[in-house]
């Protein structure tokens, strides 16, 4: 079965960096689009954060452009978040989600557990 496991998260000071990876069972990772979101306490969720896939090009929403970096490997079914700049905005629980039809829209159809994203000083 499909199965997404987030790793990664901690605490870290403004101005720092953490890279999370979302490594991924039950499919074959290159045919998919997989996605970051989050969710703050007391907030929806917000996302997607960053695309990645095989075949396209990446999407970033505005509020992570030029800070956050996704990226995936294939072989090992393992796509990463690089989080830069951390600003105390940034904390929530973040989640990977598989986007099986992107680019053409953003619909999720499998999601991870989340992991937890403190910035604070």
């Known amino acids: 079965q499909v199965q997404l496991v987030e790793s990664g998260g901690g605490l870290v000071q403004p101005g720092g960096s953490l890279r999370l990876s979302c490594t991924t069972s039950?499919?074959?990772?290159?045919?998919?689009?997989m996605g970051w979101f989050r969710q703050a306490p007391g907030k929806a969720r917000e996302g997607p954060l960053a695309?990645?896939?095989?075949?396209?090009?990446?999407y970033y929403a505005d509020s992570v452009k030029g800070r956050f970096t996704i990226s995936r490997v294939n072989t090992k079914n393992t796509v990463n978040l690089q989080m830069n700049s951390l600003k105390p905005e940034d904390t929530a629980v973040y989640y990977c989600?598989?986007?099986?039809?992107?680019?053409?829209?953003?619909?999720?159809?499998?999601w991870g557990q989340g992991t937890q994203v403190t910035v604070s000083s």
């Open positions: 039950g499919f074959t990772l290159e045919n998919y689009g």
């Open positions: 989600a598989r986007i099986p039809y992107y680019p053409s829209n953003y619909d999720t159809d499998y």
């Open positions: 695309i990645s896939s095989s075949y396209f090009s990446p």
